[in-house]
């Protein structure tokens, strides 16, 4: 079975500009979740989708958003960003144990 | 609130040593799901082991071993005859059942084998 996959794997961005991140569950799994990664605050939960619905959120601003879609991929969307989005963004599937992609790193500029 | 705290943040040890990292956690829920991670720093977290809060039994596989005390509300992780390829961040997590993915993590331990 292939793997969690997370797209691109490298992004750079200027402070106020959008971006948005993919990922694609294992295969058959139907929940998907996202952290973001950063050596100051470490691994933080955003939220988590089933089904096409968002069933927990994490104490993040409204500027980052995210979606699931039929297909259970997911995308993530951090609008005006600024410096301190600059981290590791992790996608993981679940069972209920996760299997996470290899994440995408954001610079923010 | 549910808290993960790995009090152990780097831990350096020689190859073929015996190592117990430290998970502690708190809950109010009384049916969760505990998890160790390890993160090479390649950068991917890769899933060790899942157990959950009614299951306090040992588990060993391989050169890993978890030890769940409910009582001291620890999930603590030994590695035994350490090698290199262990080097990696380490992770606690904590979640509760249901099916929600709400995972709080710990703060991570970051375990160096020295040849």
């Known amino acids: 079975k292939a793997g969690v996959t997370q797209t691109p794997r490298y992004l750079i961005k200027t402070r106020g500009q959008q971006v948005t991140l993919s990922c694609s569950p294992i295969s058959g799994h139907r929940s998907v979740s996202w952290y973001q990664q950063t050596p100051g605050q470490g691994l933080q939960f955003l939220f988590e989708y089933f089904s096409e619905t968002q069933r927990n959120k994490g104490n993040f601003p409204g500027r980052f958003s995210g979606r699931q879609f039929s297909n259970s991929r997911s995308e993530m969307n951090v609008s005006t960003l600024e410096l301190g989005d600059s981290a590791l963004y992790l996608c993981?599937?679940?069972?209920?144990?996760?299997?996470f992609g290899p994440g995408t790193r954001l610079t923010v500029t | 609130a549910q808290k993960v705290t790995q009090a152990q943040t780097e831990i350096s040890v020689v190859e073929k040593e015996d190592v117990t990292l430290d998970c502690v956690y708190e809950t109010r829920d009384t049916t969760y799901y505990l998890f160790w991670y390890k993160q090479p720093p390649s950068g991917e977290l890769v899933f060790l082991i899942r157990?959950?809060?009614?299951?306090?039994q040992n588990e060993i596989s391989g050169r890993y071993s978890w030890n769940f005390q409910k009582s001291t509300s620890s999930f603590n992780f030994t590695i035994t005859a350490s090698q290199v390829v262990d080097s990696a961040v380490y992770f606690c997590a904590l979640s509760e059942a249901g099916g929600y993915q709400k995972v709080t993590f710990g703060t991570g331990t970051k375990l160096q084998v020295i040849p």
């Open positions: 993981a599937s679940s069972l209920p144990e996760q299997y």
């Open positions: 157990r959950n809060s009614f299951d306090e």
